[in-house]
C-alpha cells in the first residue's frame, strides 16, 4: 500500500523538478495523490443544459486562498457546492431574439395593457372576428324631392297641366276654394243678384277723429267750462262728486254756511292701531275682549306642570314637604376675580368681576359728556370753567351733577359716585383740570392754544385782544396744571398737548409680556431657536435664493410682491422701477445723474458729504438708491429739528 504524502507546512531542501511539480500549492482545497482506500471521485460530466452565463459547479473558483493549508485533503469535504449564478454582466446582457408572447396570453395582456393607439378588447372576444366595420344600423332610405326642386320647379307644359288640375278637381276644397284663384261665392248668393252693384251694411259716416277726441283743439277755459257742466249733470243723475267735494242738500243758506263741518272727527293713530284692527273680524276682536272660559282640569294641569315666568317648574312640590324658597344641592359662590384681573395682577380691592353693567353705565355717561363738550365748546379751558360754577380750578361732586343736568342726563346717587371715583385718579375728591381733560373730554381733538397756555401754566389772565379769548375775560388766575404735564402731540412735533392719565386698574404689571408679543417683536424678538417651528414658511426666506431658477419653480423666497401690492401698486411700480432698482450698487456718477433728472439738485460739497453718510452704513462702502434717500431723510430730520429747538 502506498503510503499517503500530507503537506505539513514546513519548507523541504534539495528536491527535484518532477518532485518541485507534484508538490502541492497554497490553496484551501489540496488533492490527494491516488490511493486505493480512498474513494475515487467521480467523473463529473459538464451539464447539457446550463444558461450561458451560469458557471458550472466543477468550475468554481476557492473562495479561500490564504496562509492556512488544509491537513486532511483525504477526508471528504463536507457541504454541498452550489452554483454561483446570474453575473451582473449576464444581467445586463440582451438576450436575442426575444422571446413571443404566446397569443392565448397576448389577449390577456392586451386588454389590461394596451399598445399605444390600439383599442382595448376584452380577452373574451379576442379572437372573434371584426365585423363592427361591416355593420349598418337603420333602413335605407329613398332620396326624395330636393329643396331646390320645390322652390323652383321645372316649367311643365300645357298638357301637363290639364292632367293636374283634372286630378286635384276631385277634392272639394278645389272646388270651394282652388289654388291660385278667387273663391267663386256665386253659389251661395241668392239668384237674380246683381253681385257688381250690390252692397250690404250700414255705410259709415266719418265725424271725428281719434285725435280730436283724444287732444280737442280747444282753449283751457272752455275745457273746464264743459268738464263742469258734465259734471253738474252728474251730480244730479249719478250723486257723483269730486274728491273733497261736499255735497249739495240744497239747505238755507242763510242759516248755514258751506265751510261748516259736522259730526265727529274720525281718530288717527301714527302707531296704526286702527289697521290693526281693521285686520280682523269683527268676532275675533270680541274673542279677544270676552273673557275665556278653561276647563278647571286643564287650568290645574297648565297650572301644576307648564312653566311660568320667575318661577321654578316643581310638578312635586304638592307632594314634598318642604318650603316654597328651598333649594337642593351646594350653592358655589363665584370668584371675586377674573382671568383678567389675574392678568393685569390688580388687588382685590380694584377686581373688575361682575362689574360689567357698571362699567358699561360709567363708559356711556363719560360718552355723552364728552360729546356735549366736544359740541358746545372750542376749548378745553372754556368746558372746565363751564362746569366750575365756583371758580375754585376743581369740581366738586355738586358742580358735576349740575353739569349732568345741563347735558341732560339724570343720574342717581350711586351712578354719580361711581363716575366721580371713576374721574378722581388722585383721590383727592375733586376733579381737576387734568383729569378732566382726559376722562370727559376727547383731548387730542383740542389742541392747546397761546392764551390757554398762559392761563393753565402760568396763571394769568388771558388778553382779551382776540374774539376768541374774550368769554374767558371774567376767569380767575390760577394755576390749573404744572409745565411737566405738556407733552408734544407727536415725537418732534411743535403742537402740544395734556399728558394721559392712567387709572390703577389700566396698568400692566411691567414684567407681564405675551407670548406672542415677544416672538412677533420688531426689536428684540426671541430668536427662532428658542421656540419650536413646525411646517414650512410661504415665504421662504431662511434658505437662499437659486442663481437659476427652474420654470417649475413656484417658491416664493421674499423677492416677489403680495397680494396688496399686486392690488395697490406703488407710484414707483406703476413707472416700472422695483425693488430690486432701490437696493441696486450703484456708482457715484450714476447716483448723481439718477439725483438730477428727479430734481435734487446738490453742490459738490453736499454731494461728497451726502455719499460718505451713504456710505457708512454699509460694511463694503456700497451706495445704493434706498441708501441716498435714507441719508437725505436723516438731514432733513436733523435740519427741522434745529429749526424747532432754536429759539
Given amino acids: 500500500?502506498?503510503?499517503?504524502?500530507?503537506?505539513?507546512?514546513?519548507?523541504?531542501?534539495?528536491?527535484?523538478?518532477?518532485t518541485k511539480e507534484l508538490e502541492p500549492q497554497m490553496g484551501l482545497v489540496i488533492e490527494p495523490p491516488q490511493n486505493q482506500f480512498v474513494e475515487q471521485p467521480k467523473e463529473q460530466k459538464e451539464p447539457e443544459n446550463i444558461e450561458p452565463g451560469v458557471e458550472p459547479p466543477h468550475c468554481i473558483r476557492p473562495i479561500y486562498s490564504g496562509k492556512y493549508?488544509?491537513?486532511?485533503?483525504?477526508?471528504?469535504?463536507?457541504?454541498?457546492?452550489?452554483?454561483?449564478?446570474?453575473?451582473?454582466?449576464?444581467?445586463?446582457?440582451?438576450?436575442?431574439?426575444?422571446?413571443?408572447?404566446?397569443?392565448?396570453?397576448?389577449?390577456?395582456?392586451?386588454?389590461?395593457?394596451?399598445?399605444?393607439?390600439?383599442?382595448?378588447?376584452?380577452?373574451?372576444?379576442a379572437n372573434d372576428p371584426q365585423v363592427a366595420p361591416y355593420l349598418t344600423?337603420?333602413?335605407?332610405?329613398?332620396?326624395?324631392?330636393?329643396?331646390?326642386?320645390?322652390?323652383?320647379?321645372?316649367?311643365?307644359?300645357?298638357?301637363?297641366?290639364?292632367?293636374?288640375?283634372?286630378?286635384?278637381?276631385?277634392?272639394?276644397?278645389?272646388?270651394?276654394?282652388?289654388?291660385?284663384?278667387?273663391?267663386?261665392?256665386?253659389?251661395?248668393?241668392?239668384?237674380g243678384l246683381d253681385i257688381l252693384n250690390t252692397t250690404f251694411g250700414t255705410a259709415v259716416i266719418k265725424d271725428f277723429s281719434a285725435r280730436e277726441v283724444v287732444n280737442p283743439p280747444k282753449s283751457h277755459e272752455e275745457v273746464l267750462k264743459e268738464g263742469n257742466e258734465g259734471h253738474d249733470l252728474y251730480v244730479v243723475t249719478h250723486n257723483a262728486y269730486y274728491a273733497g267735494e261736499a255735497k249739495n242738500r240744497k239747505y238755507n243758506t242763510s242759516s248755514f254756511q258751506k265751510s261748516n263741518l259736522f259730526g265727529v272727527p274720525t281718530p288717527h293713530y301714527n302707531n296704526g292701531k286702527n289697521m290693526a284692527k281693521s285686520l280682523y273680524w269683527l268676532h275675533e276682536l270680541q274673542m279677544k275682549k270676552g273673557s275665556k272660559i278653561v276647563s278647571k282640569r286643564v287650568d290645574d294641569f297648565n297650572e301644576k306642570f307648564q312653566h311660568k315666568l320667575g318661577r321654578v317648574l316643581d310638578p312635586v312640590a304638592d307632594t314634598m314637604n318642604i318650603p316654597p324658597g328651598y333649594t337642593f344641592g351646594g350653592c358655589l359662590h363665584p370668584e371675586i376675580y377674573g382671568a383678567g384681573d389675574l392678568i393685569h395682577n390688580r388687588p382685590l380691592a380694584e377686581c373688575l368681576r361682575g362689574k360689567d353693567r357698571q362699567r358699561a353705565?360709567?363708559?356711556?355717561?363719560?360718552?355723552?359728556?364728552?360729546?356735549?363738550?366736544?359740541?358746545?365748546?372750542?376749548?378745553?379751558?372754556?368746558?372746565?370753567?363751564?362746569?366750575?360754577?365756583?371758580?375754585?380750578?376743581?369740581?366738586?361732586?355738586?358742580?358735576?351733577?349740575?353739569?349732568?343736568?345741563?347735558?341732560?342726563?339724570?343720574?342717581?346717587?350711586?351712578?354719580?359716585?361711581?363716575?366721580f371715583d371713576y374721574c378722581d385718579v388722585d383721590n383727592d375728591g375733586m376733579i381737576?383740570?387734568?383729569?378732566?381733560?382726559?376722562?370727559?373730554?376727547?383731548?387730542?381733538?383740542?389742541?392747546?392754544?397761546?392764551?390757554?397756555?398762559?392761563?393753565?401754566?402760568?396763571?394769568?389772565?388771558?388778553?382779551?385782544?382776540?374774539?376768541?379769548?374774550?368769554?374767558?375775560?371774567?376767569?380767575e388766575s390760577t394755576l390749573l396744571i404744572q409745565p411737566e404735564d405738556l407733552v408734544p402731540k407727536e415725537p418732534g412735533s411743535s403742537e402740544q398737548t395734556l399728558r394721559t392719565l392712567l387709572r390703577p386698574s389700566d396698568k400692566v404689571s411691567h414684567y407681564y409680556k405675551t407670548t406672542s408679543s415677544e416672538i412677533n417683536a420688531v426689536v428684540g424678538a426671541v430668536p427662532s431657536i428658542c421656540y419650536p417651528i413646525f411646517g414650512v414658511?410661504?415665504?421662504?426666506?431662511?434658505?437662499?435664493?437659486?442663481?437659476?431658477?427652474r420654470v417649475s419653480d413656484r417658491t416664493n423666497y421674499g423677492e416677489e410682491g403680495d397680494a396688496y401690492s399686486l392690488l395697490y401698486p406703488n407710484i414707483f411700480a406703476?413707472?416700472?422701477?422695483?425693488?430690486?432698482?432701490?437696493?441696486?450698487?450703484?456708482?457715484?456718477?450714476e447716483i448723481k445723474k439718477i439725483l438730477c433728472n428727479i430734481g435734487v439738485?446738490?453742490?459738490?460739497?453736499?454731494?461728497?458729504?451726502?455719499?460718505?453718510?451713504?456710505?457708512?452704513?454699509?460694511?463694503?462702502?456700497?451706495?445704493?438708491?434706498?441708501?441716498?434717500?435714507?441719508?437725505?431723510?436723516e438731514l432733513r430730520q436733523r435740519d427741522l429739528t434745529k429749526c424747532h429747538t432754536d429759539p
Fill in 69 to 125: 493549508f488544509d491537513r486532511m485533503p483525504c477526508w471528504p469535504i463536507a457541504g454541498k457546492v452550489k452554483p454561483v449564478g446570474y453575473r451582473v454582466a449576464t444581467c445586463l446582457t440582451e438576450k436575442l431574439p426575444r422571446l413571443i408572447t404566446p397569443p392565448e396570453a397576448k389577449k390577456y395582456f392586451n386588454f389590461r395593457y394596451p399598445p399605444p393607439g390600439e383599442e382595448r378588447i376584452f380577452y373574451g372576444r
Fill in 601 to 633: 439738485l446738490l453742490s459738490e460739497e453736499e454731494f461728497e458729504y451726502v455719499w460718505n453718510l451713504a456710505s457708512k452704513k454699509h460694511h463694503r462702502g456700497e451706495v445704493c438708491v434706498e441708501t441716498i434717500r435714507n441719508a437725505l431723510d
Fill in 1 to 18: 500500500m502506498d503510503s499517503v504524502k500530507v503537506d505539513i507546512g514546513l519548507p523541504i531542501a534539495d528536491r527535484s523538478n518532477e
Fill in 574 to 589: 406703476q413707472k416700472g422701477v422695483y425693488e430690486n432698482d432701490f437696493f441696486q450698487a450703484r456708482s457715484k456718477e
Fill in 137 to 191: 344600423h337603420g333602413i335605407s332610405s329613398k332620396s326624395s324631392i330636393s329643396a331646390r326642386t320645390l322652390v323652383n320647379p321645372q316649367p311643365i307644359s300645357k298638357f301637363q297641366q290639364l292632367i293636374k288640375d283634372k286630378k286635384e278637381s276631385l277634392y272639394l276644397s278645389n272646388q270651394r276654394a282652388p289654388l291660385g284663384r278667387s273663391q267663386d261665392q256665386t253659389p251661395g248668393l241668392p239668384k
Fill in 537 to 549: 414658511p410661504t415665504i421662504r426666506s431662511d434658505i437662499p435664493v437659486p442663481r437659476i431658477r
Fill in 432 to 475: 381737576n383740570y387734568l383729569e378732566f381733560a382726559n376722562f370727559l373730554n376727547w383731548k387730542d381733538t383740542f389742541l392747546l392754544k397761546d392764551y390757554e397756555k398762559r392761563v393753565i401754566i402760568k396763571g394769568r389772565k388771558p388778553d382779551c385782544a382776540s374774539p376768541s379769548e374774550a368769554n374767558l375775560e371774567k376767569m
Fill in 361 to 419: 353705565m360709567i363708559a356711556a355717561v363719560r360718552h355723552h359728556l364728552k360729546k356735549f363738550n366736544y359740541q358746545n365748546f372750542d376749548s378745553l379751558l372754556e368746558a372746565f370753567h363751564y362746569y366750575d360754577k365756583n371758580g375754585d380750578a376743581m369740581i366738586d361732586k355738586e358742580e358735576l351733577l349740575g353739569a349732568c343736568h345741563q347735558a341732560n342726563l339724570r343720574l342717581d346717587t350711586k351712578l354719580l359716585d361711581q363716575l
